[in-house]
C-alpha cells in the first residue's frame, strides 16, 4: 500500500490541489482503492470530496457531516455522535472513511478543533505518541488490505501532525511555486525527510518523489531561473514535469464546479494532458509499483 | 535593461544538498528507540557470554546468597553499572538486530544484563540491519578484545569464528593471512601474528588453552614456537597457569641452548673439500667425460645419458653422483 504525502510548510503552493489531483488520478483514472486523508485542519481537501460543516462550538471550524452509515436509532451507534474523522485516532474515537462521489475513493476527513488539539500537545511523551499514531493506524491490517493508495493532504506545519504524517508515508511529494519563500518552505520538508531516513530502517524507506513545480508562469524570468537552479542543484529530486499557472485549476476547485474534476475535461484539453503527465511521473517515481 | 536573472540562495542551495547527501550515506543510522526489555535476548553465537544470565537477573528476583561462586564475582563487578543506570538509565544505546519477534544484541550485553538488575523496564536501543556473519563476529570481536577479563579460551572462539567468517566471505581467497588478519584487527604485525598463531594452534596446545593453562598470548607464541613435539608437551604438561613470565625465559634459554647446538656443529664439520667452480657447461662435460672413461666406470655411462648438459644443476647432480661412484668403485676398491 503507498502512502503519499503531499507537504511543504508554505502554504498556498498548491498542495490540496495537487493532492486531490493526485486521489482523482488513481481511482478515477488508474482504477485503485483511494483513501484520503485530510490531516489539515483547515479541511480544505475534505471539502472537495464531501461537504463539510461549520463547527457549532468554533464557526470558523470545520467538522465532517453525519455519516452516511449512521444510525441514532441503531444501538450501536448509540454512543457515537454520527460524525468520523482522522482527529479520532488520537482520541480513541472511532475512525470510518466517508465514501464520495468516485466509486473506489474514500476520505478521512478533517475536524478542525480535535486537530489543533492534538497538534497543541507539548509534553515529549505525548508529542512521541502523536508522532506514532498515523503510522500504527496505517499499519492496521483491516486498512492495508481496502486501500491500494493513500494520499494525504498537510497543513503549512512542522508541526505534530506534520511530522506524524511524514513518520506514517511511504513517499513524499513537496509541491512548489518556483519563488524564495516556497522554495525555502521546501528546504524545510528535506529537513524532515532527511531525519526521518535516518531513524527508518531499510525496509521501509521514505521515498522522496520529488519538488513539483506549480502554479509556473513560463513567461518569467524568476519562475524559470528557480526551476533551472533548482533542477541543477537536484536533478534527481526535482520533477520534470510542471503545472502551469491555469485558471481552469481554480475553476474546478470552486464548489459546484461544472465540470468537477480537471479529469473530466477532453482528452485535448492542455491542463487535462498537463496534469496527466505529472500524474504519470509522480507514478513512476513511486519506489515500488505495488498496490494492495 | 540588462535581462533579468535569478537563483536560489546559498544558505537554502547549501541545505538541500546537505539533506540528499546525509540521506544518501546515512539512512538508516539513526533508528533508535526506547524498547522494552524484554523483547531483548542475547544471541547464542557470541562465544562471549557472562556466566549470569537474563533468568539470573529477573527483575526483582536477584538473591546474591543463591548464585554460583563465579556469577556472584560478575555480579559484584557489575554493581558499578548496575548503582550508574539506576540513577540516571543507560547513557550509550545497545546494539541489535531483529530476530523473530524478538531483538538479539550485538553489543552491549553488559548494559543489558546491568539494566535488568536495575529493574529497568525500558532500554535505548540502536536498531541495525541483521549484520552478515563476518560484520557481527569483527562487531563482537571489538566489543570483546577489550576486556581484560576474557580468557584466552574466549579470544580464540572468537577470533576462530571471525576467520571463519572471512573465509566464507572471499572465497576464492587462500585462508587469511598474517597482513589480511593485521588489517583486519588494526593491530601490528607482530600482535596479529600471534592471534594467527592461536589460530593455528595445535589440539594439544589448544587443550592446554581451554584448561586455562595456556593464558596469554606471548606463552602462547613461545610454546608453539618449539619445534620439538615432546619438548613443547613437557612444557605444557608442567604448566599450571600460574604467572607466564618465568616459564616464557625458560622457553627463550631451551631455545637459545639449541641454538648454540646448532652454530657449534656446524663451526665443527671441515669434511668438505672444494674441487673449483667452472662457468662453461662444455668445459664441465669435457671434465666429465674423462671420468666416465674411467675402465671401472664406463659400465655407468647409460645412467647419465638423459644429463641435461645446458643446466647447472642437472650437471652439478651428475656429478654428485659420479662422486659417490669413483668413492665406491674406484676409491674403496682399492
Known amino acids: 500500500m503507498k502512502i503519499i504525502a503531499v507537504v511543504n510548510n508554505k502554504g498556498g503552493v498548491g498542495k490540496t490541489t495537487i493532492a486531490r489531483i493526485l486521489a482523482e488520478y488513481f481511482s478515477k483514472i488508474r482504477n485503485k482503492r483511494v483513501l484520503a486523508i485530510d490531516m489539515d485542519s483547515q479541511a480544505n481537501f475534505s471539502n472537495r470530496f464531501i461537504k463539510m460543516e461549520a463547527d457549532e462550538y468554533d464557526r470558523e471550524g470545520k467538522v465532517p457531516p453525519l455519516h452516511p452509515y449512521y444510525d441514532p436509532a441503531d444501538p450501536e451507534d448509540k454512543e457515537w455522535d454520527g460524525r468520523s474523522s482522522i482527529a479520532g485516532i488520537f482520541f480513541g474515537d472511532p475512525v470510518y472513511p466517508y465514501p464520495t462521489a468516485i ?190 | 535593461m540588462a535581462k533579468k536573472s535569478f537563483s536560489i540562495s546559498q544558505t537554502i542551495a547549501e541545505g538541500l544538498s546537505n539533506s540528499i547527501k546525509t540521506v544518501s550515506n546515512h539512512k538508516g543510522e539513526l533508528n533508535y528507540e526506547m524498547m522494552s526489555i524484554h523483547l531483548i535476548e542475547a544471541d547464542p553465537e557470541n562465544p562471549r557470554k557472562l556466566n549470569l544470565s537474563k533468568e539470573d537477573l529477573q527483575i526483582g528476583a536477584v538473591n546474591l546468597a543463591l548464585l554460583a561462586e563465579d556469577k556472584k564475582k560478575q555480579f559484584e563487578a557489575l554493581m558499578p553499572l548496575i548503582d550508574s543506570i539506576k540513577k540516571v538509565g543507560v547513557r550509550n544505546a545497545i546494539e541489535v538486530y531483529k530476530y523473530g519477534t524478538k531483538y538479539r544484541l550485538i553489543s552491549g550485553e553488559r548494559r543489558w544484563l546491568a539494566s535488568l538488575a536495575a529493574e529497568r523496564e525500558y532500554i535505548p536501543v540502536h536498531i541495525c540491519d541483521k549484520p552478515n556473519t563476518f560484520d557481527l563476529r569483527y562487531l563482537q570481536w571489538i566489543e570483546n578484545i577489550q576486556r581484560e577479563d576474557l ?45 594467527f598463531t592461536l589460530i593455528r594452534a595445535d ?32 612444557f605444557i604438561d608442567n604448566l599450571d597457569g600460574s604467572s607466564s613470565r618465568g616459564i616464557i625465559k625458560q622457553i627463550k634459554e631451551v631455545k637459545n641452548a639449541k641454538a648454540k647446538n646448532k652454530l657449534r656443529q656446524q663451526g665443527q664439520s671441515v669434511t668438505k673439500i672444494n674441487l673449483g667452480f667452472l662457468e662453461n657447461p662444455a668445459t664441465a662435460q669435457a671434465v666429465f667425460n674423462m671420468l666416465i672413461a674411467h675402465e671401472k666406470l664406463s659400465q655407468f655411462k647409460p645412467l647419465f645419458a638423459a644429463v641435461d648438459w645446458s643446466s647447472t644443476n642437472k650437471i652439478t647432480q651428475a656429478f654428485r653422483k659420479i662422486f659417490g661412484l669413483i668413492e665406491k668403485n674406484v676409491v674403496e676398491q682399492k
Open chain 1, 103 to 292: 466509486n473506489n475513493l474514500e476520505i478521512l476527513p478533517a475536524y478542525s478543533t480535535k486537530m489543533l488539539l492534538a497538534e497543541a500537545v507539548s509534553r515529549d511523551e505525548v508529542i512521541e505518541k502523536v508522532y506514532d499514531q498515523l503510522h500504527k493506524f496505517l499499519t492496521l491490517p483491516d486498512l492495508k488490505e481496502n486501500y491500494d493508495v493513500v494520499i494525504i493532504d498537510t497543513a503549512p506545519s512542522k508541526g505534530p501532525l506534520t511530522r506524524s504524517v511524514v513518520r506514517a508515508a511511504t513517499d513524499i511529494l513537496i509541491p512548489s511555486t518556483m519563488e524564495p519563500t516556497p522554495i525555502e518552505g521546501t528546504q524545510g520538508m528535506m529537513h524532515l525527510w532527511k531525519t526521518e531516513s535516518l531513524r527508518r530502517d531499510s525496509s521501509n524507506p521514505l521515498n522522496l518523489i520529488g519538488i513539483l513545480a506549480n502554479a509556473f508562469d513560463k513567461r518569467t524570468s524568476i519562475h524559470k531561473d528557480f526551476y533551472e537552479d533548482l533542477k541543477t542543484r537536484m536533478p534527481q529530486h526535482v520533477l520534470d514535469s510542471i503545472i502551469t499557472r491555469r485558471i481552469v485549476y481554480t475553476e474546478v476547485d470552486s464548489e459546484g464546479a461544472t465540470p468537477p474534476s480537471i479529469f473530466d475535461y477532453s482528452d485535448s484539453n492542455p491542463a487535462k494532458i498537463e496534469i496527466i503527465n505529472v500524474c504519470k511521473e509522480i507514478e513512476a517515481r513511486l519506489v515500488e509499483k505495488v498496490y494492495g
Open chain 2, 203 to 234: 589440539s594439544k596446545i589448544l587443550q592446554a588453552i581451554q584448561m586455562g593453562k595456556i593464558n596469554n598470548l606471548k606463552l602462547l607464541e613461545e610454546i608453539a614456537g618449539l619445534k620439538d613435539a615432546k619438548t613443547r608437551q613437557a
Open chain 2, 151 to 195: 580468557s584466552l579460551w574466549e579470544k580464540y572462539q572468537n577470533l576462530k569464528q571471525l576467520a571463519e567468517a572471512y573465509n566464507a566471505k572471499h572465497p576464492q581467497h587462500a585462508e587469511i593471512t598474517v597482513k589480511e588478519l593485521s588489517q583486519i584487527l588494526g593491530t601490528s604485525e607482530r600482535q596479529s601474528y600471534r592471534y
